[in-house]
């Protein structure tokens, strides 16, 4: 268990409506990174926030946005869903800046858009 | 463009029977790379970083090395809990935080 907690665990949403996922990092872990998994494809970045601001950001249209709040929680919001946006949507957190910590992922929350 | 390609996309291995799974890059900034596993239905577990070519890691029946354009995870003597999808990750200088992963190879070890 890696102490990384996400919910819901499963959503199911209808085209055009917005949608909030929730991450809990571990104690202590300032960065928070979101990602987006297709089925049988790697993790895409979407992006990553550190001390509650925003670090690094992928390829997403900035209906894609992101809050991380002080006591090590954090938020994915989509706006507008698109039928593309289903998929299993992961956060991960590590102690200091990814590029000299591991990252610690959730189990991730399965987004299912009708 | 920066590309992660990661090869075979399956492999099926007798218990006991070594093999490598490999990892290329087409990118430039390299900070580190990562590999994962991932089971159906989890988030990835971290695994190894390297940093430069020519470093190796070492866990358990695992072993992680780098070159300039690629990476290997060798396994050996695999047991039927190894099976699970192995996914290799670049991160890069010259992007901010960027990370690009892999589609993964999905390992199956039979008894």
């Known amino acids: 268990e890696t102490g990384v907690t996400q919910s819901p665990t499963h959503l199911i949403k209808t085209r055009g409506q917005q949608v909030t996922l929730r991450c809990s990092s571990q104690s202590g872990h300032n960065t928070v990174s979101w990602y987006q998994q297709a089925l049988g494809q790697g993790p895409q970045f979407i992006f990553q926030?550190?001390?509650?601001?925003?670090?690094g950001r992928g390829n997403f249209p900035p209906r894609f946005s992101g809050l991380q709040f002080p006591n090590y929680s954090s938020e994915l919001n989509v706006n507008a869903l698109e039928l593309d946006d289903s998929a299993l949507y992961l956060c991960?957190?590590?102690?200091?800046?990814?590029?000299?910590?591991?990252?610690?992922f959730g189990p991730g929350t399965r987004l299912t858009v009708l | 463009e920066d590309q992660v390609t990661q090869s075979p996309e399956a492999l099926r291995l007798q218990e006991g029977e070594s093999s490598s799974l490999n990892c290329s890059y087409t990118?430039?900034?390299?900070?580190?790379l990562f590999w994962y596993r991932q089971d159906p239905g989890k988030g990835p577990e971290f695994l190894f970083t390297?940093?430069?070519a020519g470093e190796e890691k070492e866990k358990e029946r695992l072993k992680a090395t780098l070159t300039k354009k690629e990476s290997f995870l060798h396994i050996t003597a695999p047991k039927p809990e190894d099976s699970a999808t192995y996914l290799c990750a670049v991160h890069l200088s010259n992007t901010g935080n960027q990370f690009y992963f892999g589609t993964g190879t999905s390992l199956t070890v039979i008894p």
């Open positions: 926030y550190y001390r509650e601001e925003e670090n």
């Open positions: 390297l940093y430069s």
């Open positions: 990118v430039s900034g390299l900070r580190g």
């Open positions: 991960a957190s590590s102690p200091g800046l990814v590029s000299v910590n591991e990252q610690f």
